[in-house]
């Protein structure tokens, strides 16, 4: 539990007070649970306080649906695991809220500036001029779900929390004892001299005689064995297909076009200016300066010198703007006009409107094509499902696919071969749509002469198939691949004629005879590579499998590797040793090593502090969140 409490407090503070206050907002901002028929209210107590069972339902459904994104729509999670997602959640809820209670207990207090100032400097809030945007930020409480007093009052409670939690991070140090050795290891560097002997670069061997070849084709059989293919029937069963058998009604349409009017319905668009201050007096002069002709730029420098902003907030609509006097003022106003000051709790907003485009709509007519298809579509995922029943029905009466697809209008195709790859003699992939894996997964797994179950495969798409025949796996006449043989028998002759060149070069070297020497005596022109650190990434750095043995040998040895076609003959060079007294160069490491003890004191803090608030669960609670309630 500890290893796992870790690594959420690790990349809660990692990613800085930002991520955390997304997390609060999942987990705080649901309201109080109504039940009825003495339903329990809370999941768990901490302290003197309790989180209610709509709040946790609330976190655990977040989580599930996480799962379900990274694993697939056709993800479904059995009980026992629905239950560890709900205390996991649950768990989650009840560290924080004990940190809370710490917070509270030792009067962390957060002022209004202090939350001003964080809003005002938080980087997810800022426009492109690096200032703060109130589009952003609008945007941020619509797609959170939240009221700004809202936001206001669960970022006072976050900002008191990482108080507390920075504070037991403050005490982590990364002493030297432990940074010289590492910075010894991590910066030491490493140069080379390499000769690569490539394959291709090999003397083309004597033309082979018959009887070589045959022999070669017989002694590597694995590389010419043609894989097992099966010969298939395939029944498919698609939403396109029922689409097009579907035809809505104008009722139908009507009512579609009705539910996506906001799709067709261009809102009026406005791009705006805003300046923000603190001072009405000071908003009404700005105002005043710009409907005077003064420039944005000037705006903008009046109002950072005041302590407030001004920022282009781009083109938006009326409801990209959540404050319904702002929105009002922006869109009441004039092309070019300056409106007056608007009060939020940010301050005093003075708005010009430098562009209109007025609203377009879309007509029932112009896009009465476009919704029959999409109506269709949607028609016939719903009765997909009766069409599939009366499917399998016929499969389940023994009735042979052909038949079945003729009589209830299916895709059928016959396969000749294909191969546990979905690919056909030729190599190439077959053209098995959306549904190949597992239509391969079907084909492989049914025995000769049976027809599978309907499956039902993703976007509630269904197929069946039949197996009629079985290649066994065989290995290919030599007669039929003679020119493949020869190629192959070639590319092997050259391999081996490079892995003796290469094996003579490392005995020379190892016998005593310089690198360079001993590589000029036999045609190859060494080179010099590095240096290199042991993590060294990015263009020019050698394949891993050759820096791992300049690094894993003494200064002067050598030895050969196998690369990607070719052979490598490498020897060490110098070794270049770090300043591990250098204060610049310890300091990053020592960083590293405080923080990482700074996430363990974290992690184990937070542990006492919920065990030292002795939280309560509430079972039947938990079995309420994953509907296993009786």
């Not at 589009?135 to 006072?156: I, K, M, P, Q």
């Amino acid at each position: 539990m500890l290893g796992a409490l870790r690594g959420w407090l690790n990349s809660w503070v990692a990613k800085g007070l930002f991520v955390l206050l997304i997390l609060s907002f999942a987990v705080w901002g649901v309201g109080d649970f109504v039940g009825g028929g003495g339903a329990p209210s809370s999941v768990a107590t901490v302290g003197g306080r309790s989180i209610s069972v709509e709040e946790a339902t609330e976190a655990y459904r977040r989580d599930l649906t996480q799962l379900q994104r990274s694993f697939g729509g056709n993800f479904e999670p059995v009980a026992p695991l629905r239950r560890r997602i709900a205390e996991d959640a649950v768990n989650r809820l009840i560290t924080l809220t004990a940190i809370a209670e710490e917070a509270a207990a030792r009067g962390v207090a957060v002022t209004d500036e202090a939350l001003r100032q964080f809003i005002f400097t938080a980087e997810p809030f800022r426009g492109l001029d690096g200032s703060f945007n109130r589009v952003a930020f609008d945007s941020f409480l619509r797609n959170a779900g939240l009221s700004e007093a809202r936001f206001l009052l669960l970022l006072r409670g976050d900002i008191a929390r990482q108080q507390v939690l920075m504070a037991v991070r403050a005490g982590a140090a990364g002493p030297s004892a432990m940074a010289v050795p590492i910075l010894a290891f991590q910066g030491e560097q490493r140069d080379a001299r390499v000769v690569e002997m490539r394959f291709i670069a090999a003397a083309a061997p004597p033309e082979p005689s018959e009887e070589q070849l045959r022999r070669f084709h017989a002694n590597e059989a694995a590389r010419f064995t043609a894989p097992e293919y099966r010969r298939f029937q395939l029944l498919t069963l698609t939403v396109e297909q029922v689409a097009r058998e579907i035809t809505p009604t104008e009722d139908q349409l009507r009512a579609a076009y009705d539910a996506r009017r906001a799709e067709y319905v261009l809102p009026e668009r406005r791009t705006i200016e805003q300046a923000l201050v603190n001072d009405e007096i000071l908003a009404r002069s700005l105002a005043q300066a710009w409907r005077g002709g003064l420039d944005f730029a000037a705006i903008e420098a009046q109002a950072g010198s005041a302590g407030g902003s001004a920022a282009a907030l781009g083109t938006v609509s009326r409801e990209d703007l959540p404050d319904a006097a702002i929105a009002a003022a922006a869109f009441d106003a004039a092309e070019g006009a300056v409106t007056d000051p608007v009060r939020s709790d940010f301050g005093w907003h003075v708005l010009r409107v430098t562009a209109i485009a007025a609203g377009q709509t879309r007509a029932f007519a112009s896009v009465r094509e476009e919704l029959a298809g999409e109506v269709a579509r949607e028609l016939a995922a719903e009765r997909i499902y009766t069409v599939a029943n009366r499917v399998e029905d016929s499969i389940a009466e023994g009735i042979p696919l052909a038949e079945v697809a003729r009589r209830h209008a299916l895709g059928f195709t016959e396969i000749a071969a294909m191969d546990g790859d979905g690919r056909g003699p030729d190599g190439a992939p077959l053209d098995l749509g959306a549904m190949a894996r597992p239509i391969v997964d079907s084909v492989f797994g049914t025995q000769v002469g049976t027809t599978s179950r309907l499956v039902e495969a993703e976007g509630s798409n269904f197929f069946a198939t039949r197996v009629e025949d079985i290649t066994q796996p065989a290995l290919r006449p030599f007669e039929s691949i003679a020119a493949e043989v020869k190629t192959a028998w070639e590319n092997a002759e050259r391999r081996r004629a490079m892995e003796g060149q290469a094996a003579q070069l490392l005995a020379a070297v190892q016998g005593g005879t310089p690198f360079e020497a001993a590589a000029t005596a036999q045609g190859w022109t060494p080179r010099r590579i590095g240096p290199f650190l042991r993590n060294s990434r990015g263009a020019g750095t050698p394949p891993p499998q050759l820096l791992q043995a300049i690094f894993g040998m003494a200064e002067g040895e050598a030895t050969m590797i196998e690369a990607n076609q070719s052979f490598i003959v490498v020897a060490v060079g110098s070794i270049t040793k770090p300043d591990v007294t250098a204060a610049d160069r310890l300091a990053p490491v020592r960083a590293a090593i405080a923080a990482g003890m700074a996430d363990d004191l974290e992690a184990q803090f937070a542990q006492a502090i919920q065990a030292a608030s002795r939280p309560t669960i509430n079972a039947r609670a938990l079995d309420l969140m994953i509907g296993t309630d009786p």
